[in-house]
């Protein structure tokens, strides 16, 4: 059996949601690499300066993630991305869209994983796993792709933070690496991306608890997914 790998998971969301908008044809404002070696605060002063040249980070949607057919967490396999917050807004999910159907299926695993990490009734994952449902009932058809993306980031906030409490130093050293939620500190300004080499995960842009991840800034919040279409 696999070991749970929060940081894998988290990021193949990510990574799915980004791959779900370019498909969907809407163009990245940015695009900025991790580099191997590079410090956190390096990469997220290079994401803040590629965001002011396409209309700042209320402008766009970021997606931050370590690429799965790369070497995954620690290395420099990956990128942040922004997608333009307009553009996102105007495209809507058509019915049995298979790149919104992989994203759920993306954002269930990484809820699963935090699940087996917490309390059985624990109320944070019930919360997520009752709108997370909601929107698996048409597969977000409907919806706009800025709301969707919102939507699935904002809904791991909850159980990520409650992840974090439960086991980032409950035992001598910490948990090991790969069960720890992703390392993050409120940055009300600009989004924390995954660190390259071997930093510490990085900062997704929204008000969220110190050690849980946080969704990245959006032009306007997310609304509660649509019901089923014939409902």
């Known amino acids: 059996m696999e070991p749970v790998n929060l940081h894998k998971s988290y990021s193949a969301m990510n990574e799915n949601l980004a791959d779900q908008f ?3 044809g809407v163009k990245r404002s940015f695009t900025v690499p991790y580099i191997d070696g590079q410090k956190t605060e390096d990469h997220v ?3 803040g300066q590629a965001a002011a040249m396409s209309g700042g980070l209320s402008k766009n949607l ?3 993630y370590h690429r799965g057919s790369g070497n995954g967490w620690g290395s420099g396999h990956g990128e942040t991305v922004g997608h333009n917050g307009d553009k996102l807004t105007e495209t809507l999910i058509p019915k049995n869209d298979e790149h919104a159907q992989k994203s ?7 809820l699963n994983n935090i699940k087996s990490l917490l309390p059985k009734d624990d109320p944070t994952v019930k919360e997520a796993q009752g709108q997370l449902d909601l929107v698996k009932k048409n597969d977000g058809a409907g919806m706009n792709l800025l ?3 919102v939507f699935l980031q904002q809904i791991l906030n909850a159980p990520m933070q409650a992840i974090a409490q439960a086991h980032s130093g409950s035992k001598d050293g910490g948990h090991a690496p790969h069960l720890r ?5 409120a940055e009300p300004a600009a989004p924390e991306a995954p660190a390259a080499g071997d930093q ?3 900062e997704q842009v929204s008000a969220a608890a110190p050690e849980a991840p946080q969704a990245p800034a959006a032009p306007q919040a997310a609304p509660a997914p649509p019901p089923a279409q014939g409902q």
Request: glycine share 4%.
């Open 200 to 202: 510490a995960a990085p």
């Open 62 to 64: 970021v997606s931050t």
């Open 104 to 110: 759920i299926k993306a954002a269930q695993t990484h």
């Open 147 to 149: 709301h969707f993306g």
């Open 22 to 24: 370019d498909k969907a």
């Open 45 to 47: 002063k290079a994401v």
């Open 181 to 185: 939620a992703p390392n993050r500190t």
